[in-house]
């Protein structure tokens, strides 16, 4: 299997974007978006239908699978279950999760390289057994690292990383899934999808001054939130994008996960064009040149947009100011200029902690230069930032050519501290012994998701995001009110100064991309005589146990788990941090089932009532008990439950400690689809309202399951402590195929019983 990006994988691809973009045209009888075109072009079958978005589902051929170190674990367990020699299309891992950020870079991978050994040679061992690439720890974050390298123009891919959608800026449409998606796919089968509705933003003028491409996306999320684009992709058209590099597309499409959207994606342009010259990808350029009609959508979209496209915003870049969202959620946006009227009235704390700038959404070469070139002032006014500042880069090349071309040491002459390539402090893997526990305070961050506790455990730790250019600038002042535009810094002569806009910044360095070495190892011609490396006495690894089939039976009187209150995304219901390094043990990961989630009934966080005790005990205990009885249960949730990271295991502990259902006013997509696959009813009240009707000490029935049909509401029987009984109706999305999930008891039921 060659893991490249070849140009002869791309030439085929062309090849039936063509073939099938004109039998899609013929069947749908008008212009084509973008999204249409590549869709289409990746279709087993172009069989007539003229999808709806929402409503159909399709079948698709993705041309990579990208995987990373933490959901990358059970991907392989289940892939292995296949019992398969070697993945059916091209695929990468990436170590980018398991890395330390807590010193500083060489410190912080040595350390890491230790703890999470075993989780490494797991992962190679499996990838040489399976025909796949494996990037070493320290090569870089993944939706960087595949930029570089994999992406290209018009392709489809897919990774177990809800920030996959980065491709989406070098015009590829990258989603991410959960990992028993990714191992079907790596097997083979079909990948199947909800056909995507489609939202157009259209974008006019020029970015200048201070602000960046990162301003895009906020602006988008704050007219959007966080669910405005559930089961979309989100298509960028206009002038306005031929101003915007490569990389900045990326961030853009990147951070389109925090709208819940399937994916986003830019037209191919020049910008792509020089940055796939950069990355020494010319012949892949030259292709994409010789097909640009398939790579852009048809000119009637631009011209008449609002025709093609399901929800059409337009965004002024000439007028566009820098914006800051948070804390808590990425869509609390508001201009720069009145964030400070926002810190006053909601009670923030002003002084900044800690400046955080990089991850996989600001790590580019022109981020980075744009960075420096605000740190360059202040070296020049004899002055650093206020307050810690942390810097990730995105990958190795990035880090060694920022080292060569003199932005790292821009940024280290102001103070900043440079961690390891990785995500870091973006996901959890942070740690700040300096903060006493529960101690509200602010962090200034250039990352994508803001939730609370997501970066370094503290729920009260108040997140905001900006662009890197804003970032430094806040901590060269260290506070959170200082608008950069109009407020002066002091210099150390005691000079009253006002800092300039970034200068412009090379989208790609003048003199190249440093190249590193000795961090891919490619799969071995042959790999018959490997083994995959697991330990059966692992704490880390485990080897998976088929879900038990459904019984048959209709649930009666399911005792309530949670009723999840507010916000309830997978980090709530799997968290991160110091549970990573379980990721692989499906077992000892269950011991963090909705460690995050607040319970409606009384308020705690991580903890509800053990019907067989009356009990106030943590979430898992109580499955755990439930569990030893045989008895199943079921989980209540709010608006778009489990939107965020795309992580599997948000599934599966609770499947593997006995959910039955969960049931929520909405579901956030790939968490849906992730409960689908592992054989839990994911099912949506018709009326939100009833929400309000649970109460503690229900007990819930599903009834005539043994009828389950497409698009037939599920009956539902509230029965409360009084002895009085309500009936409600739930709503859900599953398909034939999908329903066979459920009966099976998993989706990795079917696959292994075919």
Not at 104 to 128: C, I, T
Not at 556 to 562: A, E, K, N, R
Request: proline share 5%; charged share 20%.
């Amino acid at each position: 299997m060659n893991v490249e990006t070849t140009p002869e994988l791309v030439s085929k691809v062309y090849q039936k974007l063509n073939e099938n973009i004109k039998k899609f045209r013929n069947v749908t009888g008008k212009p084509l978006t973008l999204t249409e075109k590549i869709l289409s072009g990746h279709l087993y079958d172009v069989d007539g239908t003229n999808f709806v978005g929402g409503k159909n589902y399709v079948f698709l051929k993705p041309d990579r699978v990208a995987l990373q170190d933490v959901t990358g674990q059970m991907v392989m367990l289940q892939f292995m279950q296949a019992e398969l020699k070697q993945t059916a299309l091209p695929t990468t891992v990436h170590c980018d999760h398991l890395i330390r950020a807590e010193v500083q870079g060489d410190v912080d991978m040595k350390v890491s390289l230790d703890e999470n050994s075993e989780v490494f040679k797991f992962l190679q061992s499996a990838a040489a057994k399976y025909g796949c690439g494996f990037w070493k720890p320290g090569a870089g974050i993944i939706h960087q690292v595949v930029l570089e390298n994999y992406a290209f123009p018009g392709g489809l891919m897919i990774g177990t990383d809800s920030h996959t959608p980065n491709a989406g800026g070098l015009g590829m449409i990258a989603i991410g899934v959960g990992g028993l998606d990714a191992a079907e796919t790596m097997a083979g089968m079909p990948w199947e999808l909800l056909y995507p509705k489609k939202i157009g933003v259209k974008l006019t003028g020029k970015l200048n001054g201070w602000t960046a491409p990162k301003d895009i996306i906020l602006k988008v999320a704050e007219q959007l939130t966080v669910s405005g684009g559930t089961n979309s992709i989100v298509e960028y058209f206009g002038p306005g994008t031929n101003s915007i590099s490569c990389t900045g597309k990326a961030t853009i499409t990147n951070m389109g996960a925090e709208i819940g959207a399937t994916c986003s994606i830019f037209p191919y342009d020049e910008r792509m064009e020089t940055y796939l010259k950069h990355t020494n990808r010319s012949e892949i350029a030259e292709l994409a040149n010789q097909n640009k009609e398939l790579l852009v959508a048809d000119s009637e979209v631009e011209q008449s947009p609002e025709k093609f496209f399901d929800k059409v915003i337009e965004i002024n870049l000439s007028t566009l100011e820098p914006h800051i969202v948070g804390p808590h959620t990425p869509d609390l946006a508001r201009e720069i200029s009145k964030l400070s009227d926002d810190v006053k009235s909601n009670d923030y704390v002003d002084p900044i902690s800690v400046a955080l700038i990089g991850s996989c959404t600001n790590s580019s070469y022109e981020d980075m230069s744009r960075a420096a070139s605000i740190a360059e002032q202040a070296k020049q006014k004899g002055i650093k930032a206020k307050i810690p500042l942390l810097v990730t880069p995105g990958s190795e090349q990035i880090r060694g050519t920022i080292e060569r071309d003199g932005q790292m040491s821009s940024l280290i002459d102001i103070g900043a501290t440079v961690l390891a390539n990785a995500c870091g402090p973006c996901i959890g893997q942070w740690n700040r012994p300096e903060l006493e526990k529960d101690a509200k305070n602010t962090i200034i961050t250039t990352f994508n998701r803001n939730f609370p506790g997501r970066n370094d455990g503290h729920r009260s730790t108040l997140n905001f995001i900006g662009s890197p250019e804003m970032i430094i600038a806040l901590s060269l002042s260290g506070k959170l009110s200082f608008n950069p535009l109009v407020d002066e810094l002091t210099a150390s002569d005691g000079t009253k100064f006002k800092l300039e806009p970034p200068q412009t910044a090379p989208e790609v360095p003048s003199n190249g991309f440093l190249k590193p070495e000795g961090i891919f190892v490619a799969p071995p011609e042959n790999s018959d005589g490997l083994e995959v490396i697991i330990d059966p006495n692992s704490k880390r690894l485990q080897k998976l146990q088929p879900f038990e089939k459904w019984n048959g039976k209709d649930f009666v009187d399911l005792p309530i788990m949670v009723k999840a209150k507010g916000k309830c995304t997978t980090d709530h219901i799997s968290p991160a941090g110091a549970w990573l390094s379980l990721r692989g043990h499906l077992d000892n990961l269950s011991d963090n089932m909705l460690l995050g989630a607040v319970n409606a009934f009384n308020d705690e966080v991580g903890k509800g009532k053990n019907t067989l005790n009356n009990q106030l005990e943590n979430f898992s205990k109580i499955a755990r008990d439930y569990k030893e009885k045989q008895m199943s249960w079921i989980i209540i949730g709010d608006n778009n439950y489990g939107e965020g990271s795309s992580r599997e295991h948000a599934a599966m502990t609770p499947r593997y400690l006995g959910c039955g259902a969960v049931i929520t006013k909405s579901f956030a997509r790939i968490h849906e689809t992730n409960l689908k696959k592992q054989g839990i009813l994911a099912l949506t009240f018709s009326n939100p309202d009833d929400y309000d009707k649970i109460l503690e000490d229900d007990r819930i029935s599903l009834i005539d399951l043994n009828l389950l049909q497409q698009s037939n509401p599920v009956k539902c029987i509230i029965k409360h402590s009084d002895g009085t009984s309500e009936e409600i109706l739930l709503n859900h999305s599953y398909n034939n195929s999908q329903i066979e999930w459920f009966k099976a008891g998993s989706a990795l039921n079917v696959l292994r019983n075919k």
